[in-house]
């Protein structure tokens, strides 16, 4: 048994927390909402974002950030990205040295274009940081539905040791060096899935959203490459496949955000009346700015953040996208 705490009580933090319950470890789940504290801990559910999904009686619900964060074996932070920098400056004179951290968020910080394992790095330069991401909607795992994700880490050990905690009957994890790699894939999906959303609110088809989602990875992994990641991870979970899963389901806040813009409403109705973090808004531009600042070509991305941010109709997005310069689909295939 292990001692785990997580820093952030939404939907994915709950989901992880039952998990880890489950797997018979003794958790700890906190939250700076104090309305949320006082609903786990009356409820013994989260109402509003995991409707049904029971907490077992042997997670401690913590409003004290000292507490669920001292002898701790792993510490999750499960805040939305905008809030992990300031997460991390609160648990700061909490952390001990080696601290082993897993980030489970997505999301790039738009004013640093820091991933959020590097700003965990730089907040805690005492911890040990890793990364547990893939297609794993928090509605399904905290139901048990079979779900696969990948952890990375700096060191084999880290990455099996956090592996050997969340690994369940229903869930299994797999490990990898590539931490950069599983951070921009999670990260980037978000952007795509807008689109995608977007494709779906305007009614078109299956070939244009197989469109969409190739040359979207095709975009993911470019960028991702150049910054050090590598094509198997774009290839695997935390890439291609949690890139299918946001682009796809109702689930995903992304999509359906991306839906709403395609029906033709703002984005601060979307928003509204999503009324949770759409990370791949706050992604968007944070992208366009890696990719120009790397000279990385991700049209998609760039009508993306013209539909977001200057009110750029969808249709004529498309066509801008279908009417570019010919070109080849790699251009690392070549004749003989």
């Known amino acids: 048994m292990k001692r785990v705490s ?50 077992p009686d042997s997670i401690v619900i913590e409003d004290d950030i000292e507490k669920a964060c001292t002898r701790q074996d792993i510490i999750v932070f499960s805040v939305a990205s905008p809030f992990v920098r300031s997460t991390a400056q609160l648990a700061k004179p909490f952390i001990k040295e080696k601290q082993i951290i897993v980030n489970v968020a997505k999301g790039i910080e738009e004013e640093t274009l820091m991933t959020l394992c590097q700003i965990l790095e730089d907040e805690l330069p005492m911890a040990d940081v890793a990364v547990l991401s893939g297609p794993s909607h928090a509605e399904e795992v905290s139901k048990g539905v079979p779900t696969t994700v990948v952890v990375g880490a700096k060191t084999r050990k880290t990455a099996r040791f956090v592996q050997d905690v969340f690994m369940g009957n229903n869930f299994r994890v797999y490990t990898s060096p590539d931490m950069i790699g599983i951070e921009l894939g999670g990260s980037l999906k978000n952007v795509i899935a807008l689109a995608a959303g977007i494709l779906d609110g305007m009614g078109l088809g299956d070939n244009t959203k197989a469109a969409l ?124």
């Open 6 to 55: 997580f820093l952030g009580a939404g939907s994915w933090g709950t989901a992880l927390a039952v998990l880890c319950a489950n797997n018979g470890h003794k958790v700890t789940v906190w939250s700076k909402i104090q309305d949320e504290i006082d609903m786990l801990r009356e409820n013994r559910e989260h109402v509003d974002r995991l409707p049904g999904v029971k907490l």
């Open 213 to 336: 989602m190739t040359r979207g990875i095709a975009e993911i992994s470019r960028l991702g490459i150049e910054l050090g990641g590598k094509m198997e991870t774009f290839c695997g979970l935390s890439g291609i496949g949690d890139l299918i899963v946001t682009c796809t389901s109702t689930h995903s806040r992304n999509h359906n955000c991306g839906y709403m813009l395609g029906q033709g409403k703002t984005l601060d109705e979307a928003k509204k009346e999503i009324r949770q973090v759409i990370e791949g808004v706050n992604c968007a531009q944070a992208a366009m700015a890696l990719a120009n600042k790397h000279h990385v070509t991700m049209p998609i991305v760039e009508q993306i953040n013209a539909i977001l941010f200057d009110n750029k109709a969808p249709k004529q997005a498309i066509k801008d996208l279908l009417d570019r310069d010919k070109s080849s689909e790699y251009k690392t295939l070549t004749w003989n």
